[in-house]
């Protein structure tokens, strides 16, 4: 009896240990054969990867492209699989106006790089010469029309306002009238039949005259559309 119950034990014992390890093999180790070609396929995309890598690597070295060349030209406005693409993106950005002249000098002298030898070659190096030739000059016109565009940008804003400011003072039961004129529309007149001295003074102790001058206008005015008028200059 003894010997039967330890044999029973030993066979429940076994039976339990071959279970787990069938579990643990199937959790851990065991693969579908559709698990098993899809882990052979990324591996092999991965190789792919690798492979293009290595090959990039190998061609930078041998154009000898610095960082700063490989970080612009990894820059791109449309879409670039081939060298042809990447030359139409670099002039693409040209013709946008929408660049840094010191960031298109490195594009270009990285480019000239990598169309050496090439059909496109002549064009971009004309190209790379012309943009170090007249940097400053195009530096110096991007600042202006940089300041050219905001100024736009403001005196719209400050249009804008004038409109956005009429109203408030309406809801407020105030029947102001608000023109916004002058040059860059920097000047505001605003206009009330009950506008004094007293009103005046409001405006400078409630810092209102301050609070018109942060939105960029330079010239406000008092008026009660008869005799009064009274106004603040700032200078700018």
Known sequence: MKSTEKARQTVLILGLVMIFISTFYINFFYKSEEEIFAEKERKEELDKISVKKIAEENEIKRLGLTKNEIE????????????????????YILKSQKYFIDTEI????????????????????????????????????????????????????????????????????????????????????LTYVLFNDVWFRKFETLG????????????????????????VQYSN
């Open 208 to 231: 209102y005259f301050d609070m018109i001058h942060e939105k960029g206008f330079t010239h406000i005015e008092l008026s009660d559309g008869y005799g009064y008028g009274r106004g």
């Open 72 to 91: 612009i030209l990894n820059q791109h406005e449309i879409a670039v699989k081939n060298l042809s693409e990447e030359v139409k993106n670099a002039y």
């Open 106 to 189: 490195i594009r270009f002298t990285g480019l000239a790089k990598k169309t050496k030898g090439s059909e496109f070659e002549d064009k971009v190096i004309k190209t790379r010469d012309s943009l170090v030739k007249n940097e400053k000059a195009i530096g110096r016109k991007q600042v202006a029309d940089l300041d050219k565009k905001q100024s736009t940008e403001e005196s719209e804003g400050r249009l804008k306002y004038g409109g956005d400011f009429r109203n408030l003072l309406l809801d407020r039961n105030l029947d102001i009238k608000v023109k916004v004129f002058g040059k860059n529309n920097k000047k505001i007149k």
